[in-house]
């Protein structure tokens, strides 16, 4: 069973960086691994994914320029570095993971989710 668990969340003001983090136990050569982030009373929405092993980053448009996702040189943990934060920002952030060559196109593709993290920016 593969298991992912994010870290790195908490209360930030706005204007601030965070950096998530996105634990993963798998050890396959071919997958992805997607942020999302759900606010309450919203839908879930992708960030961006990752695909390994090329590490090929592909990225929602409303997100580029602010978010930016990294991992390390194992592929055992990806980061989300989130800058220049806003209070819509807010939610619970989740990674998720796929085993595909690609990042899927919808979050209905991925196999394992981690439990998520929370993130509130305010003052």
């Known amino acids: 069973q593969v298991q992912l668990v994010e870290s790195g969340g908490g209360l930030v003001q706005p204007g601030h960086s965070l950096r998530l983090s996105c634990a993963s136990s798998f050890t396959g050569g071919h997958y992805a691994i997607g942020w999302f982030r759900q606010a309450p009373g919203n839908d879930r929405e992708g960030l961006g994914c990752?695909?390994?092993?090329?590490?090929?980053?592909d990225y929602k448009e409303f997100v580029k320029g602010r978010f930016t996702i990294t991992s390390d040189k194992d592929g055992n943990t990806v980061y989300l570095q989130m800058n220049n934060l806003k209070p819509e920002d807010t939610a619970v952030y989740y990674c998720?993971?796929?085993?595909?060559?690609?990042?899927?196109?919808?979050?209905?593709?991925?196999?394992?989710w981690g439990p998520g993290t929370q993130v509130t920016v305010s003052t």
């Open positions: 998720a993971l796929v085993k595909s060559w690609i990042c899927p196109g919808t979050d209905r593709l991925y196999d394992y």
């Open positions: 990752i695909a390994f092993p090329d590490r090929a980053v």
